[in-house]
């Protein structure tokens, strides 16, 4: 009669675990569904009404923001229904370690104004960071991850790309690496007086727009 205690015991956490995690991806699934709507009515917006964009352009950043942030099992999840509509860029490291999440704000004009958020994993647990935004930066919108190994350790070359004006554009190479539970520029590129960690190249628009090479923007 113990064993069958023990048994209907056992069965019951089970059928627990089960829930909870239906549950959690149930929550990931309904709150990317807000997100999206919330992006779709920031581009009915776009353009014609400012306050309407900002409004939602907020409203869409702070819920996504607090999605990732707070739940470690978003690193796992497709989004499929953001990139499915275009919304934002999620682009992910080679050996599913690094992983960015990248949308425009449509608060500029012709500079476009772009929110990231970096995600990584170490140590079997997820951790998370947003890049700060100043007056001076617009932001950029990561468009592919490489992965070079050093002497054994994997470093991430991030590919970023600026849009200031219809004409002139930026992209630009971070390197990265996970250190300990951090994520942290790493100086892997030298010259014959320094060596630095980013690389930013600065171009006009319209003298590449036809070139093969864009495929990384």
């Known amino acids: ?37 919330l992006y779709s009515k ?16 907020e409203a869409f950043e702070k819920t996504f923001i607090k999605l990732i942030t707070n739940n470690p ?9 953001l990139t499915g509509r275009g919304i934002g860029f999620i682009r992910i490291s080679p050996d599913q370690k690094l992983k960015t999440y990248s949308w425009d704000t449509w608060q500029g004009g012709t500079a476009h104004m772009f929110k990231t958020i970096r995600q990584w994993k170490a140590n079997g647990k997820v951790y998370s960071e947003v890049s ?7 932001g950029s919108f990561c468009s592919k ?8 350790k994997p470093h991430y070359l991030v590919i970023t790309n ?12 971070t390197a990265y690496a996970i250190n ?3 994520l942290s520029k790493s100086s892997i590129f030298h010259t014959k007086t320094k060596t630095l960690h980013t690389i930013p190249v600065d171009f006009d628009f319209f003298s590449v727009v036809d070139r093969p090479e864009r495929r990384w923007s």
């Open 1 to 37: 009669m113990m064993l069958t205690y023990k048994k209907i015991i056992l069965l019951v956490l089970v059928c627990l675990v089960v829930n909870i995690n239906g549950f959690a991806q149930i929550n990931i699934a309904n709150e990317e569904a807000k997100c999206a709507a």
């Open 42 to 57: 920031l581009l009915q917006f776009r353009g014609s009404n400012f306050d309407s964009t900002y409004f939602y352009s």
């Open 73 to 81: 099992a978003t690193f796992n999840h497709k989004f499929e229904k």
């Open 132 to 138: 700060p935004n100043t007056p001076e930066d617009f």
């Open 145 to 152: 991850i490489f992965t070079v190994h050093i002497r054994n």
């Open 162 to 173: 600026s849009i200031f004006s219809t004409k002139y554009s930026s992209q630009t190479v």
């Open 180 to 182: 300990g539970n951090n």
